[in-house]
């Protein structure tokens, strides 16, 4: 009977690896290795990764970081599913920086960031209430979040838009990190979204995805 594996040595559950354009967060444009862990707790109604949501190979750390290596690319995005789902992610990511990466964690807010590697730079989902999720988010983590950081609001609607206007108020975020507002993709009219940030002199940053007007809004890999 061999002893259990510890957390660090534990293999993890992978949709894909790929090396893409970043298509969201203030890295948008830059070349970028996506880590896509596989499984989610949440169902966000508007979610684009379903298809993340089962199946996946198991890969061994040791196997994900030589896989992104033979890319030759510096920055590395943790993504899902939800990452944090898995608790070998933590060891994952503490790889990725102990390696040198920029590494970004996509993640939904709904699960305590505290034990990620400071190094690592949160992108952290604030879940509308559009998205059917907002009471699984662990509300801690807003205070949790540094300028390294950055939160994002996905928004199916102007009521999403004046909730998520209400949070940034409440939590002072744009204080504290970048903010992103982000409509839901082909749902919310972008000109009107523009506008009503004018209109209200918020501090954050209106972001697509830019990687589904490059490529297609459904395909995977990319
Ligand atoms: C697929 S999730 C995976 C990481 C993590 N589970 C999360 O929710 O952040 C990555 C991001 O994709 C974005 N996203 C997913 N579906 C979207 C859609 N239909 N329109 C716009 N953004 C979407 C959300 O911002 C989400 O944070
Ligand atoms: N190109 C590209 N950029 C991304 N940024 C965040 C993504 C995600 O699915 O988490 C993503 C993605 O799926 N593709
Ligand atoms: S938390 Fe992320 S992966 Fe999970 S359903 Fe929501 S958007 Fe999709
Ligand atoms: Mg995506």
Known sequence: MTAPLQTQEQPLRVTEIFHSIQGE?????????????????????????????????????????????????QLVEVTGGEPLAQPAALPLIARLCDAGYTVLIETSGAIDVQPVDRRAKLILDVKCPGSGMTDRMHWPNLDYLTAKDEAKFVLASREDYEWARGMVAQYRLADRCPVLFSPVFGSLDLRALAEWILADRLSVRFQLQMHKYIWAPDMRGV
């Open 25 to 73: 967060s203030t890295y948008a444009g830059q070349p970028c290795v996506f880590v896509r862990l596989t499984g989610c707790p949440l169902r966000c109604t508007w979610c684009d990764t379903e298809y993340s949501f089962y199946g996946g190979t198991t890969f061994s750390i040791d196997e994900i970081l030589s896989t992104i290596r033979a890319y030759g690319c």
